[in-house]
């Protein structure tokens, strides 16, 4: 191994030792990752049930004693008797006036299984009556069919013989405004985790090691100041992919407990969109660590450096909401580091095709900046006025 | 060896060009090897600044210094990979062993594979850290701080050797731990430059005393020679009409 190498092995080693021995800045990073799916989860379920939710259906029951099992499965699907409408409501359904008559001879019909006829009547016409209608219409079908495989399987008939054609419908209509929200939450949140993950690596071992006095001693051994900007910036950005990681890898287990077709909405995060997505914020957050460290080094002290930098924080934050209220967006943001991945972030939420050659300019762009900073920042430690302020 | 000559340093504060500190005014003086050198001087007098020049942290306005003939400004990191430093504010880092810790040191040196480890448990053994050797450097003791510093510095057995203030805050023991180590390293032929504020130390440990104030050299010698060129009976004594006035350095 060329003494380079050993250098930097040593370097990077040790970084990544104290970072992985913080166990409080780990939690930070954790934290976020933990927090993400949660929040996802939470937020749609509760967007699912508004969307889902079907209110109860007031129907006027002729001869209800006959069926009662009938009259159970409808209270099952929230279709209920006018008798039981809460008093503000009975002037609406009055007007509506559904009725539905169950035959006398329901019981006989239905032991000796002879076809029933139930009568449904309303104007179905009126808007508010249609999907009162449907639902009934769908609650006596599933009911009826429900009978008549017990039926089938009695005399043993396998009932898939009555599906030979299923229908598999997949729904390429985009989703819904709401959910495009949790999206573009979940884009912004990205980002941020990209910026927060390695956040107290950065600030540890640049502010935080000159506070303890070992910088300087660093700083005279026979290593390169790149070799020593290198590592500690190997040794951030690896938290904050770790970051970004966990939060992709939870999103995409925890989307997977949430039934979104309910909605009609397809939010999935597929191993490809979440392997585009590490593409997009990789060199994010390398360039994110960059910032941080270049900062965090030109500070007096560690609580300097927590405040500056927490204000860095607030950019990716910022630039996707921006963004987002614009109109037209001039072509040149698309090049800008943090705006550029948002828009591709968002548009890959919404469906769009990947633009490569977009991912790989703004990927470049950022990356050039990256290693700019790293360049300077290693310059500057060389300089007098980082060893004057080491005392 | 090392070699300072004609060290002028001045800080400039940008806003006001006359609050100019210099710190240095052509300071030049020889550190030979297997001998210990000793810096005194008051605070103030340009040590820490001095050193930093050695180290190649600053850069001198004028003059030069060397290690081992290697000039710290054109070639710094050929010239610190000769040096071995026992800086004024020691820090550990916390979170690493003592072991990791030297073992960090060592390969910042260049060292790897077997050689590495048997200097590192070479120096381990001299300085009687075993027991300490792989527990977390955070609650340690002044005097194992101390140790593990020395070992740090030690690992990659430099030819030369710098410490700032060493033994302060360090009790007998350890004090006496460090000065052995120190004359078992003279023996071998390195070469030890040595700040300190404590009188009877620097009396005892060593073979020539530089004496800085002002930025410049204001005599040199062996303790003996100081005591005689002062005409006083003890170094202390010495050291302070040396510095205060300069025709006693004259005479």
New interface residues.
Partial sequence: ?S?DL??L???V??EY??AF??KRALMVALMMAILAPIGIMVMSKIMIEKLVDEPPVYIKFIGTEHAPKLIKHFADSNLLDFADAPKDEQATWAQRNITIEIPTDYATDMAEGKPIKLHLQADFTDKAVQPPVRRINNAVRNFSMAIGYKRLLLRGVDVRLLNPVKLVEQDTAKPDATFMLISMMLGIYLMLAAFMSGLSVAIDSSAGERE???L??L??????TMKIVLAKLISASTVAVIGVLLILILTSVSVGFVDLTKIGATFSLDMSTAAVLLLLLLPICFFASACQLFVAFQTKSFKEAQSTVGILIGIPAFIPFVISMMDDRPQWLNWLPIAGQSMMIENIFKGVDVDWLAVFATSGVTIAITVALVLALARKLQS?KV??AL? | MIEVNNLHKS?IDKKDKKNTVKALDGLSFTAKDGEITGILGPNGAGK?TCL?TL?????ADEGFATIDGISVTDE??????R?G?F?D????????TAY?QI???A??????GKSKKQAIEQVIDDLELADLAHRKTVGFSQGQRMKVTLAQALVHQPQNFVLDEPTRGLDVMSTRILRNHLAKFKAKGHCILFSSHVMQEVAALCDRVIIVANGTLAAQGTPQELCELAGEQNLEEAFVKLIGSDEGVAA
Avoid: W
Avoid at chain 1, 219 to 224: A, E, G, I, K, R
Avoid at chain 2, 76 to 81: D, E, G, S, V
Avoid at chain 2, 89 to 96: C, D, I, P, S, V
């Fill in positions: 191994m003494h050993i250098q092995k040593a370097l080693i040790k030792r104290e021995r913080d303890r006095n070992v300087e001693m700083l005279c051994q026979p290593v390169s007098e060893v004057m005392s | 800080f820490t930093r180290y190649g942290l600053l850069s710094p990191l050929a010239a610190r990979a040096l430093i800086p504010k020691f820090g550990l880092y916390e979170r690493l990791e073992d960090y040191f390969s910042l040196h260049g060292m790897s």
